[in-house]
């Protein structure tokens, strides 16, 4: 089942607007905050990022850096067991659409 892809603009630091693509969010009860993973449209590079963000701000939010390794670590685990959850998903849709075939 395709995912109707949702995106967001990043401001870089030299005021430019970057175009990306939402992967997921959560939220963490453990550090009080909400996450956002994301990847720049059209970067060949694979690369993911992560900011928190105060969803109560709707569509004009500020993200913010991820402040500290225990973060980065939870983001991490999260982000892969995302990632296995959509291979686990697109394999299972795969081999259904063989055996309609």
Same mark, same amino acid.
């Given at each position: 089942?395709?995912?109707?892809?949702?995106?967001?603009?990043?401001?870089?630091?030299?005021?430019?607007?970057?175009?990306?693509?939402?992967?997921?969010?959560?939220?963490?009860?453990?550090?009080?905050?909400?996450?956002?993973?994301?990847?720049?449209?059209?970067?060949?590079?694979?690369?993911?990022?992560?900011?928190?963000?105060?969803? &109560?701000?709707?569509? $004009?939010? %500020?993200?913010?850096?991820? =402040?500290? !390794?225990? *973060?980065?670590?939870?983001? +991490? #685990?999260?982000? &892969?067991?995302?990632? $296995?959850? %959509?291979?686990?998903?697109? =394999?299972? !849709?795969? *081999?259904?659409?063989?055996? +309609? #075939?």
């Amino acid at each position: 089942m395709e995912r109707e892809m949702e995106t967001l603009i990043v401001t870089d630091e030299l005021g430019n607007d970057i175009e990306c693509e939402i992967i997921m969010t959560f939220e963490s009860e453990d550090f009080g905050k909400t996450y956002v993973v994301y990847q720049i449209l059209n970067d060949e590079s694979g690369e993911y990022y992560a900011a928190s963000y105060n969803p &109560e701000e709707g569509d $004009e939010g %500020q993200l913010f850096q991820v =402040e500290t !390794e225990e *973060e980065w670590e939870l983001i +991490e #685990e999260v982000l &892969e067991s995302f990632i $296995e959850e %959509q291979e686990e998903e697109e =394999e299972a !849709e795969k *081999e259904e659409t063989e055996k +309609e #075939e």
